[in-house]
């Protein structure tokens, strides 16, 4: 096997908005430096490939919006890797476009599939344990997901159930639940048999077009088109034409639901999911009474557990907060318990309803 057979997909296209308000539409997670690295996340995920592939094996899929954006964080990716869906269905669709891309290259492609918004620990374990599943996907017509064991019942997660080891070490799937109630993720955990879903998978070029025949058949016109030679101008044409009839769907519940054929590889590379303000909070540094303070003016009295964001220039006092998200950007302030996801989702809501755009 070697190296030039190996591609990348980045997922790149969400809005982020389970991040509001410091992730919004114009400049949605992935493009924010979140920890004050200077670098985004889709920066981050990039080089974190970048180690062990070359530029051009490496694709950026994202909203059409988001394009430029891309080609502006990302200016040693080849400009015609970016690849631009037309409106927004969710990453299963998002992926099979992508991947049409690619086979209409490089049909014998072997891929791995990744969001843009994770962070990884172990870099170089990370580097081995990727190659490991393309070797194992080279040579076996079945898909690979990532997975790291479940060590905390987490609603936001989904929960893979391993089954029997293959000779290469790797277990077949016997069940996925797409996050689960709160009873149910303390039973997975409890019985040691469950993983968290890194939403990492692995195939071959053919098994992801053996999969997608039926959900995805029109995205092979785009690979035919490819390969008889059509311009770009022309390919984005008919993207537009017929990228919009697929249903939304994610990645996730399109591999671990819909088929059986699926293996998934126990990983320790520190993975870490940025989906969520109590996620961001789970691997931020934190002072000596657990709050994470982004912000270079800040006084606190009697705080704990708290994540406190705002802009440069802003002065933020607080005092008696346990477990809360202080936001402030642009022209939105928020203050919640940090762990309500849906709370969150629905202040986000009643403030695009009654002030417009001008929050998104």
């Known amino acids: 096997m070697t190296t030039s057979n190996n591609y990348c997909i980045i997922l790149a296209g969400g809005v982020g908005c389970r991040l509001w308000p410091y992730s919004r539409q114009q400049r949605p997670k992935q493009f924010i430096d979140l920890f004050g690295m200077g670098l985004s996340m889709l920066q981050i995920t990039y080089r974190r490939f970048a180690k062990f592939l070359p530029?051009?094996?490496?694709?950026?899929?994202?909203?059409?919006?988001?394009?430029?954006?891309?080609?502006?964080?990302?200016?040693?990716l080849p400009a015609e890797n970016v690849?631009?869906?037309p409106v927004q269905l969710g990453t299963a669709p998002a992926t099979a476009l992508a991947?049409?891309?690619v086979d209409g290259l490089h049909p014998r492609a072997n891929l791995i599939i990744s969001p843009a918004d994770q962070i990884i620990l172990r870099e170089d374990e990370f580097q081995q344990q990727v190659m490991q599943g393309f070797q194992f996907v080279e040579k076996t017509p079945d898909f690979l997901c990532l997975g790291v064991k479940a060590t905390r019942p987490e609603t936001n997660f989904g929960y893979i159930q391993a089954g029997e080891r293959s000779s290469e070490g790797f277990s077949s799937v016997k069940s996925f639940t797409e996050k689960p109630s709160l009873d149910f993720a303390r039973f997975f955990v409890e019985s040691g048999e469950f993983y968290w879903s890194t939403s990492l998978f692995m195939c071959s070029m053919e098994t992801w077009k053996a999969a997608a025949a039926h959900d995805f058949r029109d995205m092979a016109k785009i690979s035919?088109?490819?390969?008889?030679?059509?311009?770009?101008?022309?390919?984005?044409?008919?993207i537009d034409e017929l990228f919009p009839r697929n249903r939304f769907q994610s990645v996730d519940l399109f591999i671990l639901e819909h088929h059986t054929n699926v293996y998934i590889s126990s990983c320790t590379f520190g993975w870490r999911d940025v989906g969520s303000w109590d996620g961001f909070?789970?691997?931020?540094?934190k002072d000596s009474h657990g709050n994470v303070i982004l912000t270079p003016q800040a006084t606190l009295y009697n705080c704990h557990n708290n994540i406190v964001m705002a802009s440069q220039g802003k002065i933020v006092l607080l005092s008696d907060l346990d477990g809360y998200l202080v936001v402030e950007n642009d022209n939105v302030i928020m203050l919640c318990k940090k762990d309500d996801t849906s709370q969150i989702r629905r202040m986000m809501t009643d403030a695009q309803l009654k002030y417009g755009d001008s929050v998104s």
């Not at 909070?281 to 540094?285: G, H, T």
């Open 55 to 76: 530029a051009e094996n490496i694709y950026v899929s994202t909203s059409s919006e988001y394009a430029a954006l891309v080609r502006e964080q990302l200016p040693d």
């Open 281 to 285: 909070y789970q691997i931020s540094q």
């Open 224 to 238: 035919e088109a490819m390969h008889a030679g059509a311009s770009r101008e022309d390919t984005e044409k008919r």
């Open 83 to 85: 690849v631009a869906e």
């Open 99 to 101: 991947a049409a891309y």
